[in-house]
């Protein structure tokens, strides 16, 4: 079965700074989809920033970026130019043969004035 | 088209009463996923459909949980017999194909 990890349960970053937040999975599948999915306070669930398995080049949306690492199995997501915005929860997403998707725990990332 | 839709927002029950949630996808969207988030815990997967086909269910839908989508528009789930543990947010997703999954806002089930 396919896990996924996020060891950092909360972050805070300074507006306009730069925040990474970490992803680790673990899958013997060779061909999946990666996400991050942002969730606001009270608010529905939305996707950042996907990710396929047999691209090399890391995906990059505005402001977010990701660095994956496929033999690592390591899918960590920058957030450049920090936003008020930008505070949520942030979730890390496999999705793999099965179209449902698997969630890590999430990361709430603040960002400060 | 306003996005999936989730009936109610909220709903409180007593112990060993049934529920029933509705979802509404995106309209073009044949795929309907439900899921299940607890406080602090990332979404986890119960069921799918693909049109009015259930696809797939989580061990974690027991016996007291039923999904249904008769025509392949929009989708039930019933929860008979709550239990204290079935308290959570019922997440609805919806895709047109093995894509991006559009999720609703929830709906957030109390089990006194």
């Known amino acids: 079965a396919q896990t996924v990890t996020q060891s950092q349960p909360e972050m805070s970053v300074q507006e306009a700074e730069t925040v990474t937040l970490s992803c680790t999975y673990d899958?013997?599948?060779?061909?999946?989809?990666l996400f991050w999915y942002k969730q606001p306070p009270s608010r529905q669930m939305i996707l950042v920033i996907r990710q396929e398995a047999y691209k090399q080049q890391n995906a990059t949306e505005n402001r977010f970026s990701v660095n994956f690492q496929k033999a690592a199995k390591s899918f960590s997501l920058k957030i450049s130019d920090s936003q008020l915005g930008d505070t949520a929860m942030y979730f890390c997403a496999f999705q793999g043969g099965s179209e449902k998707l698997v969630f890590g725990k999430g990361t709430k990332l603040t960002v400060n004035p | 088209d306003t996005g999936v839709s989730q009936d109610p927002r909220h709903k409180i029950t007593k112990r060993g009463q049934n529920v029933t949630f509705r979802c509404d996808p995106i309209s073009e969207h044949n795929r309907l996923y439900w899921y299940r988030q607890t406080l602090g815990q990332g979404p986890e997967f119960l069921t799918y459909f693909q049109n009015e086909a259930q696809l797939e269910k989580s061990r974690l839908l027991s016996d007291r949980f039923s999904a249904e989508r008769p025509k392949g528009s929009f989708s039930t789930l019933e929860i008979q017999r709550t239990e204290q543990g079935d308290s959570a947010m019922y997440l609805c997703a919806s895709s047109f194909g093995p894509d991006e999954q559009f999720f609703g806002p929830g709906t957030r089930l109390t089990v006194l």
């Open positions: 899958t013997s599948e060779n061909n999946y989809y």
